[in-house]
C-alpha cells in the first residue's frame, strides 16, 4: 500500500511540474559554486551534479541543523535520526549521511566540510552531526559522487560544503529566535552580520533541549559562531572562522533493551584563518586550520546487567594547511594546482570510577600530504573537458590515486549534458587500524569509482526545470569486520556495485506559489543499513508578504535498519511523513511560526530498536531588523 501510494505521489509530482526557483538550485544556469573545483566557478562548466541548498531554504522551517532540510532537499541523500532533536555520537547516535548508499559506519566515507575545510574527529573519522547548525550557512553545497580529486580521504561517495555567512554589503543585520513545543522542545539563538567598508563580521549563539520522546533521551547543545573578514585590498581577502559546540546526549538504547545512564558530554572547535587573492586571470586562497573535541561516554547498563566500572575519554585533533592557485592560462581555461597537509589523531582512554585510574586505549597521530592538479578547457561555450588527478600519500597506507575526467555540454532550448568518471578514495581511520578487537594495522585504503551522466534544461522562460541523473558505482576493498583465526578482525574484503536514477523536476507559477519534488531510486548489490531504495520528496509552498505557507511528504521504501544474519533475516522499514509549517508577519521583521512534522502520526525507525516520534509541534516568534 505505501509503495503503491509513493507511485501515485511521483506520478503527481512529474504531472504538476514541481520545483521552486530561488531555493534548491541543482546546476541553475547562472549559479555560481565553489565546492566542485574550490575556486568560484559557473557550475554550468562543471563535470559533477553540485546541489545548492540556499539561505532561504535553510531558514524556512526553522530547522536548527541544516541535515534535515537536504534530507528533503537533496535526492540521493539520506540522513539517519533517532529522535525529535540530537544526533549524538557513539553506539546509538544517528545524524549519518548516506549518498547514493556510500556512507560507511560510523560515517567515514562523506566528508563534511565548513568553507571548503574537512571537519571530522581525529581518532574515529567521521563528522559530528550536531555542530552542523543552520545559524552558520549561507548556504550548503553538496556533490553527488567522488570528490577525492580536490578532498582527499572521507570525500569517496560525495561531499557536504557549508558555505558561512559574510554579508556582502554595508549594512547591519540581527535576528532572534525563540520556539518551543513537543517534549519540553526549546530553540533559542540570536545572530547578527555587519559590514562596514573593508571590515565585515558574522556572529551568532544557539542554545536547544529536550527532554526527547522515551525516557532517558535528554539533549542540550551550546554553539557559538563567528566569521571575521577584511578586504586588504581589491585583490587580497584575509578571514577567520571560529565555531564550538558542546553538548550533552543521553541515549536511551533500543526499545527491547532500554539501558540506564548511557550519557555523553561532548566538546567540539574549530578555527581557520584564510588569505584569499582573486584577479583577473587567476585566484586561489592560503589556509590553516584546527577542528578537534574532547569526548566523555560512560556507556550505561541494561537492567540485570552489571554497570561499567570505567568511563570514556577521548581528546582528539585535526588541523593542517591547504593551499590552491586558479589560472586561466589562455581563453576559455581553468587550470587548478592545489596542495594539502593535514595532521590529525588523539589520545583515548578509560577511567576507572572507583579510583580514577586511566588505561590507555590509544595516543597516536598520522600525517597525509597531497598535490592535485586539474585542467579545464571551455570550447566555443559550448563544450567543456575537465580532467585531473591528486596524488595522496598516508604515513600509514602509502600512496593513493584519485583521477577524474569528464564533458559538459551545453545544448539548445537552455539544456544540459554531463558525463563524468570519478575515482574516490577513504585511508583506514586509526579507530580501525588500532582500537579495539578488531583492529588490524594492515589495513589499506578503501576505493571506488564513479560512472554518471545527468542531463538539465529549462523551459517555458526557466519556470519549469527538469533534471536527471544516471550512476554506477564500484567500491572495492571495504573495510569490514570478519572472524578470522576465530577472532573479530578488520580486513579489506568488501565490495559493492551500486546502480541508481535521480529525478528532480519543478515549475514556479509565479505570484509566490511554487512546487517541488525529487525521487531517486537505488539499486544495491550488497545491501547497506540506512540507505533506501526510493526516496521521494514532494512539496508545495505559498509566500505571500503577511504569510507563508507549506507542506511536504516525504516517502521512504527499502530502508534497511538491520541486516541478515546467521540468526536472523533482515530487517526493512517503508514509512511517509507529512510534515506542514506557516508563518504570519505580526509588524515589520517580527513573524510568528508554526510547524508540525509527522502529521498522520507514522510509526517507524531508522535505527534499529529506536522509535521515532509520532507528531510533533513547535511554534515560536523570529525577529529579524
Not at 231 to 237: A, G, K, M
Request: include cysteine; aromatic fraction near 10%; proline fraction near 4%.
Amino acid at each position: 500500500m505505501k509503495k503503491t501510494f509513493c507511485l501515485l505521489l511521483t506520478v503527481a509530482a512529474v504531472s504538476a511540474y514541481a520545483e521552486q526557483q530561488d531555493t534548491l538550485r541543482t546546476v541553475s544556469l547562472d549559479e555560481v559554486v565553489a565546492t566542485g573545483t574550490r575556486s568560484q566557478t559557473d557550475s554550468r562548466l562543471l563535470p559533477m551534479t553540485v546541489s545548492v541548498v540556499n539561505e532561504a531554504k535553510l531558514t524556512q522551517r526553522n530547522e536548527v541543523n541544516i541535515l534535515p532540510t537536504l534530507n528533503e532537499q537533496v535526492p540521493g541523500l539520506f540522513v539517519t535520526q533517532r529522535g525529535v532533536m540530537g544526533y549524538g555520537v557513539s553506539t546509538g547516535g544517528s545524524g549519518g549521511i548516506k549518498v547514493r548508499g556510500i556512507g560507511g559506519s560510523p560515517n567515514t566515507d562523506i566528508l563534511v566540510l565548513i568553507d571548503g575545510l574537512p571537519q571530522y574527529a581525529g581518532l574515529y573519522g567521521h563528522p559530528v552531526a550536531d555542530n552542523y547548525q543552520t545559524m552558520m550557512a549561507e548556504r550548503v553545497e553538496v556533490i553527488r559522487g567522488p570528490a577525492s580529486i580536490y578532498y582527499g580521504s572521507n570525500a569517496m561517495g560525495g561531499v557536504v560544503n557549508i558555505v558561512t555567512r559574510q554579508p556582502k554589503t554595508d549594512a547591519v543585520m540581527s535576528n532572534l529566535h525563540l520556539q518551543y513545543g513537543s517534549y519540553a522542545t526549546l530553540d533559542a539563538g540570536a545572530t547578527n552580520q555587519v559590514r562596514r567598508g573593508k571590515f565585515s563580521s558574522a556572529v551568532g549563539f544557539n542554545y536547544t533541549r529536550t527532554d526527547g520522546h522515551r525516557d532517558n533521551m535528554e539533549f542540550d547543545e551550546k554553539n557559538g559562531f563567528v566569521r571575521l573578514g577584511y578586504d586588504v585590498s581589491d585583490n587580497w581577502r584575509l578571514s577567520a572562522t571560529g565555531n564550538v559546540a558542546h553538548f550533552n546526549s543521553s541515549n536511551p538504547g533500543p526499545v527491547s533493551k532500554p539501558l540506564e545512564d548511557n550519557d555523553m558530554h561532548i566538546l567540539r572547535g574549530m578555527a581557520a584563518l584564510s588569505l584569499e587573492n582573486s584577479f583577473e586571470a587567476t585566484s586561489g586562497a592560503l589556509r590553516v586550520f584546527y577542528n578537534g573535541g574532547k569526548h566523555e561516554i560512560y556507556d550505561g547498563f541494561a537492567q540485570g546487567v552489571t554497570p561499567p566500572a570505567s568511563t570514556y575519554f577521548h581528546k582528539d585533533i585535526m588541523a593542517g594547511v591547504s593551499a590552491y592557485q586558479s589560472v586561466a592560462f589562455f581563453e576559455g581555461n581553468n587550470t587548478t594546482i592545489g596542495f594539502d597537509y593535514q595532521h590529525f589523531g588523539g589520545h583515548a582512554w578509560n577511567e576507572a570510577l572507583a579510583d580514577g585510574k586511566e588505561t590507555d586505549i590509544i595516543d597516536k597521530t598520522q600525517n597525509e600530504i597531497a598535490g592535485y592538479a586539474d585542467f579545464r578547457q571551455n570550447i566555443a561555450q559550448r563544450l567543456t573537458f575537465d580532467a585531473g588527478v591528486r596524488i595522496d600519500w598516508h604515513s600509514e597506507s602509502g600512496t593513493a590515486y584519485a583521477p577524474q575526467a569528464g564533458l559538459s555540454l551545453v545544448l539548445p532550448s537552455d539544456a544540459q549534458l554531463k558525463v563524468l568518471a570519478s575515482r574516490g578514495f577513504r585511508n583506514p581511520t586509526l579507530r580501525e587500524l588500532y582500537m579495539y578487537k578488531p583492529a588490524n594495522k594492515e589495513l589499506e585504503c578503501v576505493s571506488l569509482w564513479n560512472y554518471e551522466i545527468s542531463y538539465r534544461q529549462y523551459l517555458i522562460e526557466h519556470r519549469l526545470k527538469l533534471g536527471a541523473n544516471v550512476f554506477y558505482l564500484d567500491a572495492k576493498d571495504n573495510i569490514e569486520t570478519r572472524v578470522t583465526d576465530g577472532r573479530p578482525l578488520n580486513v579489506n574484503t568488501g565490495e559493492m556495485k551500486n546502480t541508481g536514477v535521480e529525478l528532480e523536476i519543478g515549475y514556479d507559477f509565479g505570484q509566490g506559489l511554487r512546487v517541488d519534488a525529487n525521487y531517486s531510486y537505488l539499486n544495491m548489490d550488497t545491501p547497506v543499513l540506512a540507505a533506501p531504495e526510493h526516496k521521494l520528496n514532494a512539496s508545495v509552498r505559498y509566500h505571500h508578504e503577511s504569510f507563508r505557507i507549506g507542506t511536504s511528504l516525504q516517502c521512504i521504501t527499502g530502508l534497511y535498519t538491520e541486516l541478515a544474519s546467521a540468526s536472523a533475516p533482515a530487517t526493512k522499514e517503508d514509512f511517509v511523513l507529512w510534515n506542514a509549517d506557516a508563518a504570519v508577519r505580526i509588524c515589520k521583521g517580527l513573524w510568528a511560526n508554526l510547524k508540525a512534522d509527522n502529521l498522520i502520526g507514522q510509526e517507524y525507525e531508522i535505527n534499529a530498536g529506536f522509535t521515532m516520534p509520532k507528531t510533533t509541534i513547535m511554534g515560536g516568534l523570529n525577529w529579524s531588523f
